[in-house]
């Protein structure tokens, strides 16, 4: 065996095998040439039958061992004696060209007399006679034979080399010392090989390359060497297992490589590696359906499709672990001076609270800015913020420059900004596990695409290959006529039809196979029709329930907030009111004292002057203590009546600030209502989009089919 590069065909290797000579007296058993011819038909796409001399019946003779081919090949793994001749109808369909090279030809090239070509001279050598005895049968069977199993035929001859007696040194002669006419016709010989052999090609079109040389050789050779018949069926079966594990480690092979090198991790957008996932895998697939044959069962593609989706996973998988860390990187680098100043008190002091709340919103904007933080930046920065929220609220509750109320203000701002990006990200993560299902249903779709194109293509290839074998009968039936064969004309005709029948047969098994495949297909599209039916539903309802329960959370977080505002803003009523009252009751107090503190002065004043008479000063006594006790009855009825006023006041201002702030609650939860209400709306409407998508798509899937 030789194995060259070819000079004319790039990519191509150029296999020279050489058998030993046949009719080896040494050998003692003629099965060995058998079982060598057999083999060399099996393994070349042009065979070189070499003889010496002209084409006789010395020669045909010598060439029985075409007439055994059926007795040494099968086409396929039937043994029925029906199929004998159908098997062996199916050789053309395999077997090389054939090319007969007549060396050391010294005769002329005559027939009857006139001057013909070597094809000529070759076609007129396998002509048959007419007649039924034994003799003309042994006579036509290799001709025949020649004929039936070698359509396209080529003759070359050789003159010798060099003069007899030179003959022995040939290896040794030096290029002018060798025939012109001999080196001639080795170009022409060497010429028509290289340029018109074929690449070794099985049924079905699977070309032959190097390893598949390989499989073969050993089936053939383990076949005969365990006394069975070399079987094209089951070599080719046995290759499209070797070959299509093979495809599929070729396949993913490449989607490795592909992915690693087109891939930066971590992507911006889960869109971005969906966008390169689908490429790869497209490419994978196709690499796989160009490589493999036979795949009956679809099994191979299945595994393909298995590790193509466990790459899928372990690069979402990467790719969030890349993003985290790269964001929690990011994180500590950024906020690293921010946690310095906390941990040096820098904001516990009077207005901490607003430098903090400052520099936190510079930061998230700085961290904003960086790129290639991937998919999990938001969350990473929420977990982040959600991990200092005691150290935030620490610095808010010691910051002395804010009151109460502007302290619960914030809270409440905090709080709902905090929701906002929950929700955010839940909805976030509800596109991403969306499009994520989308991606398989898409896989699917693209292994069924490009199957059902390969068994089109697959179809296409054995019609013509058919169609070529029935040209080639037909060519030989047509010459058989023109020649006078009748009888051997009916037989090809027969055997045609026969051909035509198995060509029927195989189509409408094709079509029966293709119909199973899409009644597969659309089953298994069904199947995930309704899995990601269900999955859908699964996640409305889920996401439903969260809606609810968000809200009933909030409600009563609003709910509860709002009776705390009440119960502060009451107590600081009820405060005020007592300081009111305090304020009255000491003005009353020093009144009465004041009036008392003139009694004294008045009757010292009395006294001092000595009045006349002590009847008149017990009189007038008398009068100013009725005038200050009418006084002081007026201040307690003033002080009563003024007390009564602020109770009243106060009953008032309370009952409608809790009617203000009952509206408020209301209100609140009218407006938390209706944004549950349009949520809802809102999902309920994608929903129906994404169920109305899958419809629409598993309608032009089958259709498709």
């Known amino acids: 065996m030789w194995c060259v590069p070819h000079p004319q065909k790039k990519d191509h290797i150029l296999v020279l095998l050489d058998t030993e000579g046949l009719g080896d007296v040494e050998k003692g058993d003629n099965q060995n040439d058998c079982w060598i011819f057999a083999l060399a038909i099996l393994l070349s796409s042009t065979f070189v039958y070499n003889s010496i001399g002209a084409i006789n019946q010395?020669?045909?003779?010598?060439?029985?061992?075409?007439?055994?081919?059926?007795?040494?090949?099968?086409?396929?793994?039937?043994?029925?004696?029906?199929?004998?001749m159908e098997d062996s109808s199916e050789f053309v369909s395999f077997f090389?060209?054939?090319?007969?090279?007549?060396?050391?030809?010294?005769?002329?090239?005559?027939?009857?007399?006139?001057c013909v070509t070597a094809d000529e001279y070759l076609e007129n050598s396998l002509k048959l006679k007419e007649g039924t005895c034994k003799e003309i049968e042994k006579y036509n069977l290799p001709r025949l034979c020649i004929r039936k199993f070698f359509p396209k035929k080529k003759c070359f001859i050789f003159c010798p080399p060099t003069e007899?007696?030179?003959?022995?040194?040939?290896?040794?002669?030096?290029?002018?010392?060798?025939?012109?006419?001999?080196?001639?016709?080795?170009?022409?010989?060497?010429?028509?090989?290289?340029?018109?052999?074929?690449?070794?090609?099985?049924?079905?079109?699977?070309?032959?390359?190097?390893?598949?040389?390989?499989?073969?050789?050993?089936?053939?050779?383990?076949?005969?060497?365990?006394?069975?018949?070399?079987?094209?069926?089951?070599?080719v079966l046995a290759l499209a297992k070797i070959e299509n594990s093979a495809a599929v480690q070729k396949a993913i092979t490449h989607y490795d490589h592909q992915m690693s090198q087109r891939v930066q991790l971590p992507t911006e957008t889960?869109?971005?590696?969906?966008?390169?996932?689908?490429?790869?895998?497209?490419?994978?697939?196709?690499?796989?359906?160009?490589?493999?044959?036979?795949?009956?069962?679809?099994?191979?593609?299945?595994?393909?499709?298995?590790?193509?989706?466990?790459?899928?996973?372990?690069?979402?998988?990467?790719?969030?672990?890349?993003?985290s860390t790269r964001c929690c990187t990011l994180l500590q680098d950024i906020f690293r001076p921010l946690e310095e100043h906390v941990r040096n008190g820098t904001f516990s002091k009077p207005g901490g609270y607003g430098l903090f709340v400052q520099e936190t919103l510079r930061l998230k904007k700085k961290y904003y800015g960086e790129p290639k933080k991937g998919i999990q930046a938001e969350e990473v920065l929420q977990t982040y913020l959600q991990s200092k929220e005691a150290v935030s609220n620490a610095i808010l509750q010691t910051d002395q420059s804010l009151t109460e109320k502007e302290k619960q203000i914030e809270v409440e701002r905090k709080k709902t900004e905090s929701a906002v990006a929950a929700a955010k990200l839940l909805e976030e993560t509800q596109k991403?596990?969306?499009k994520l299902m989308e991606q398989k249903e898409r896989s699917y779709q693209e292994h069924m695409?490009?199957?059902?194109?390969?068994?089109?293509?697959?179809?296409?290839?054995?019609?013509?290959?058919?169609?070529?074998?029935?040209?080639?009968?037909?060519?030989?039936?047509?010459?058989?006529?023109?020649?006078?064969?009748?009888?051997?004309?009916?037989?090809?005709?027969?055997?045609?039809?026969?051909?035509?029948?198995?060509?029927?047969?195989?189509?409408?098994?094709?079509?029966?196979?293709?119909?199973?495949?899409?009644?597969?297909?659309?089953e298994e599209m069904q199947r995930?029709?309704?899995?990601?039916?269900?999955?859908?539903?699964?996640?409305?309802?889920?996401?439903?329930?969260?809606?609810?329960?968000?809200?009933?959370?909030?409600?009563?977080?609003?709910?509860?907030?709002?009776?705390?505002?009440?119960?502060?803003?009451?107590?600081?009523?009820?405060l005020q009111f007592k300081e009111e009252i305090s304020e009255e009751r000491r003005k009353h107090e020093k009144e009465i004292q004041d009036l008392e503190t003139k009694n004294r002065e008045t009757l010292l004043k009395f006294e001092s002057e000595q009045a006349q008479?002590?009847?008149?000063?017990?009189?007038?006594?008398?009068?100013?203590?009725?005038?200050?006790?009418?006084?002081?009855?007026?201040?307690?009825?003033?002080?009563?009546?003024?007390?009564?006023?602020?109770?009243?006041?106060?009953?008032?201002?309370?009952?409608?600030?809790?009617?203000?702030?009952?509206?408020?609650?209301?209100?609140?939860?009218?407006?938390?209502?209706?944004?549950?209400?349009?949520?809802?709306?809102?999902?309920?409407?994608?929903?129906?989009?994404?169920?109305?998508?899958?419809?629409?798509?598993?309608?032009?899937?089958?259709?498709m089919m």
Not at 169 to 185: M, P, R
Not at 459 to 481: H, P, S
Request: with cysteine; aromatic share 6%.
């Open 528 to 574: 995930k029709y309704d899995q990601m039916m269900e999955d859908k539903d699964r996640n409305h309802q889920k996401h439903l329930q969260e809606l609810t329960k968000k809200m009933e959370r909030d409600r009563a977080q609003q709910v509860a907030e709002q009776e705390n505002i009440i119960t502060l803003i009451l107590q600081e009523r009820e």
């Open 96 to 114: 090389p060209e054939f090319v007969w090279s007549l060396r050391d030809m010294t005769l002329k090239l005559e027939v009857d007399g006139c």
């Open 270 to 323: 889960l869109q971005e590696l969906l966008d390169l996932h689908r490429t790869c895998e497209r490419e994978a697939i196709e690499i796989f359906l160009r490589t493999s044959f036979k795949d009956e069962d679809h099994s191979f593609q299945k595994e393909l499709g298995l590790q193509l989706e466990d790459r899928w996973d372990d690069f979402c998988k990467r790719n969030l672990e890349a993003s």
């Open 164 to 235: 007899w007696k030179k003959l022995s040194q040939l290896e040794t002669l030096q290029e002018h010392e060798i025939d012109s006419e001999f080196l001639q016709q080795v170009a022409e010989f060497c010429l028509y090989i290289l340029k018109n052999c074929k690449t070794k090609t099985l049924p079905g079109s699977i070309l032959v390359n190097g390893p598949r040389l390989e499989s073969l050789v050993l089936t053939y050779v383990e076949a005969i060497s365990s006394g069975d018949m070399p079987c094209i069926e089951n070599a």
């Open 613 to 703: 008479s002590s009847e008149n000063t017990i009189k007038m006594l008398n009068e100013m203590k009725e005038m200050n006790l009418k006084i002081v009855e007026q201040k307690e009825k003033a002080f009563e009546y003024h007390l009564k006023q602020l109770t009243e006041k106060m009953d008032r201002d309370t009952a409608k600030l809790l009617a203000e702030q009952e509206e408020a609650l209301t209100n609140k939860l009218q407006e938390q209502g209706e944004i549950f209400n349009k949520n809802l709306k809102k999902q309920n409407k994608r929903h129906e989009e994404e169920i109305r998508n899958i419809k629409m798509k598993k309608n032009s899937g089958c259709s």
């Open 58 to 84: 010395q020669a045909m003779d010598q060439l029985y061992y075409v007439t055994e081919l059926t007795d040494r090949i099968r086409a396929r793994t039937s043994t029925d004696q029906e199929d004998d």
């Open 449 to 522: 695409r490009q199957l059902t194109q390969k068994m089109e293509n697959d179809r296409i290839q054995l019609k013509a290959e058919q169609e070529r074998t029935l040209a080639l009968k037909l060519q030989e039936q047509k010459q058989l006529l023109q020649e006078g064969f009748q009888e051997e004309s009916r037989k090809l005709q027969e055997e045609i039809k026969k051909v035509e029948k198995k060509y029927k047969e195989t189509m409408d098994h094709m079509k029966a196979e293709s119909s199973k495949a899409t009644v597969k297909i659309v």
């Open 432 to 434: 991403k596990n969306e």
